[in-house]
C-alpha cells in the first residue's frame, strides 16, 4: 500500500514526463484547486498516467481503491502541479 502523497507525487511525475514543456504550463495554468476536472485530459488520458503511478510505487493497480486515487488527485492537483 503507498499513501496519498506518494502517489500524487508520482502521478505529477508521470503526468509531466508524458507532456510537452507547453502543455504541462497550460495544465498548471489551468488546473485550480476548486474545479473538479483537469485539463491535461485535452493532452493525455490522465487515468492512464494514475495507474502508471501507482504501478511505479509497485502497488497494483486496483480500480477498487477510488478513496486512494482521488486523494492523489487532490493532492496532485493542490501541492505538485507547480
Known amino acids: ?3 496519498p502523497h506518494k502517489l500524487a507525487a508520482e502521478f505529477a511525475t508521470v503526468l509531466r514526463n508524458n507532456v510537452t514543456p507547453k502543455e504541462w504550463g497550460l495544465i498548471v495554468e489551468n ?5 473538479p476536472s483537469c485539463v491535461s485530459h485535452d493532452f493525455i488520458d490522465a487515468n492512464e498516467c494514475m495507474v502508471e ?5 509497485g502497488v497494483e493497480y486496483d480500480p477498487a481503491d477510488t478513496d ?9 492537483r493542490a501541492k505538485y502541479f507547480v
Not at 53 to 57: D, F, G, H, T
Open 53 to 57: 503511478a501507482i504501478e511505479n510505487l
Open 31 to 35: 488546473t485550480n484547486g476548486t474545479s
Open 1 to 3: 500500500m503507498t499513501t
Open 68 to 76: 486512494l486515487y482521488n486523494a492523489a488527485w487532490s493532492l496532485a
